[in-house]
């Protein structure tokens, strides 16, 4: 039986550390609603709003997919924010203003539909801590709140199924 | 990638971890309630798959070891998408890999151990017959699993051979034992029905382990990372500005897809900065390819542009910086893309800045 060098697990473990970190995924927060898109769009909107912000507007992101022969089209991203701090951020900073207004992509998955965003942690990453914490912070936990609260929604079946 | 941290979640977890006393149901929630709040978002509730592979396939499950599993969770796949689950201490990482094996009752056979191969002649081999799926460098098929733009019809993206998170989770013998056995349910078919003998599995495994020596190699991919977002300054003003990218994009023979102000929809209508202006574009084929390659880009898509007037008179453009897609969604297949739309911005900046 072959065993292992040791050695080889250092460089394997090294090599891991050194390819990971440009390529780390962390910035992303991501999860599944049990709720086709519609449904799950309109609770997305409707979370927002409850966690206090304003749901800017909803695009349409795949333009043409239909016509590129798939069968599915269910794409759209949900821009969102408070109006006081995306002003004062963007004229404080104009190199976040790509990233502004806060935005989820929102796409089905069979039955189910995936909500991902970046967490705003990240942004805060780009400005080299040169604002405080607080706002990414808060931003971060009420995002985190919204798709909790959304992967936690059950589905239409299970909906009803409980109201009987 | 990071998964939501619910405070109701990690008290709940808590408490089956320390509190509620033992058992095997108790045990069984918390293993699939940490699956369910770090996997189930791209493998899917059942394991069934997603933008993430199916992990609930028979073939895989009595293919691959917990250890595997256990790696595979705590390394992740560099470059292909499934994040390092570093966060999670290896009691947690474990109750997951409990949760992954408790959708087989079989066990994992493995196949006997191999003799020593010939790394030359498993290149060949593997450029014969398994580069056409996982790539002449076995980087791995293009894209991810299914999803909207894949559909569970299509067969599974295969994976990255040439990769430290699979190369330090996978042992010989478990290279060897999916050669020799395939994978029903994939396009993987057993070694002996391609016409290989067991001394070309051994000698394609020991081919596969030569990755390990070219990775050790110092890469462009271990640079730091690019700078977020790209900025040009214009001397004209605003709404010339605003009249030089249009032209820019169509020249190009880009699409302008819709502009707005950036808060748009989150003032009153009419109270809206007039100084910020946001234009999307792109082409339908760039953002189709960007979308099949990773569903989650449409969070950067279309492209865009915004155009601003600053307190002082200065008007900026500024724009996302594709060369930093590949890291933010931990996918080395956008970096093609990334980088031909990288250059797409920077000949609108500069036309602008001029």
């Known amino acids: ?164 | 990638m990071q998964i939501n941290r619910n405070p109701l979640h990690l008290s709940i977890l808590i408490f089956f971890l320390f509190v509620a006393p033992g058992g095997s149901a108790n045990a069984a929630t918390e293993e699939s309630e940490l699956f369910a709040i770090n996997c189930a978002a791209c493998h899917g509730d059942n394991g069934d798959g997603g933008i993430g592979i199916p992990l609930a396939l028979p073939d895989f499950l009595a293919s691959v070891t917990d250890d595997y599993l256990f790696k595979t969770i705590r390394h992740g796949r560099p470059g292909r998408i499934m994040p390092a689950f570093q966060h999670l201490d290896d009691e947690q990482t474990w109750a997951i890999v409990r949760h992954i094996r408790s959708w087989s009752s079989g066990k994992v056979k493995l196949s006997p151990e191999g003799a020593p191969g010939d790394p030359e002649k498993g290149r060949e081999i593997f450029a014969r017959y398994c580069a056409r799926c996982h790539g002449p460098l076995g980087k791995g098929g293009a894209g991810t699993g299914i999803n909207f733009t894949r559909l569970h019809d299509h067969p599974v993206v295969a994976p990255g051979l040439n990769n430290p998170g699979f190369l330090a989770a996978a042992s010989d013998q478990i290279i060897r034992t999916t050669l020799l056995k395939g994978r029903r349910g994939t396009p993987m078919l057993p070694a002996a029905k391609m016409g290989l003998s067991s001394q070309d599995v051994d000698d394609v495994v020991s081919y596969i382990r030569s990755f390990e020596k070219e990775l050790q190699r110092p890469t462009k991919t271990a640079m730091v990372p690019a700078k977020p977002t790209l900025i040009a300054t214009s001397t004209d003003s605003f709404a010339e500005t605003v009249e030089n990218i249009r032209q820019a994009i169509s020249e190009k023979r880009l699409r302008i897809i819709r502009q707005h102000y950036l808060d748009d929809g989150l003032v009153a209508q009419g109270e809206e900065n007039k100084k910020q202006l946001v234009i999307h574009f792109g082409s339908i084929q760039q953002i189709n390819t960007l979308l099949t390659i990773d569903p989650r880009m449409g969070l950067f898509l279309p492209n865009r542009l915004t155009v601003m007037e600053q307190d002082d008179g200065k008007v900026m453009v500024t724009a996302v910086n594709p060369l930093r897609f590949g890291a933010l969604f931990n996918n080395a297949n956008l970096e093609h893309t990334s980088r031909e739309l990288y250059k797409i911005y920077s000949a609108i900046l500069e036309e602008v800045s001029e």
């Not at chain 1, 090294?14 to 927060?29: E, G, N, R, Y």
């Not at chain 1, 706002?135 to 959304?150: G, T, V, Y």
């Open chain 1, 1 to 164: 039986m072959k065993t292992e060098h040791p050695l080889r697990s250092i460089l394997l473990f090294i090599l891991l550390m050194l390819t990971a970190l440009p390529l780390q995924a962390d910035h992303l927060i991501m999860v599944r609603a049990h709720q086709p898109l519609p449904a799950a769009l309109d609770s997305l909107k409707q979370t927002i709003q409850q966690q206090g912000y304003t749901v800017a507007r909803v695009d349409m992101v795949n333009i043409g997919l239909l016509g590129m022969g798939y069968t599915s089209n269910k794409y759209r991203a949900v821009f969102f924010g408070k109006a006081d701090e995306i002003e004062k951020l963007s004229r404080k900073y104009p190199q976040l203003t790509p990233y502004l207004p806060l935005r989820i992509a929102i796409f089905a998955e069979g039955d189910s539909t995936l909500l991902v965003t970046i967490n705003p942690s990240t942004y805060h990453e780009f400005l080299a801590a040169r604002e405080p914490a607080e706002i990414f912070n808060r931003w971060e936990k009420d995002i985190e709140q919204i798709l909790s609260l959304m992967a936690e929604r059950p589905g239409q079946a299970q909906q009803a199924s409980g109201g009987k």
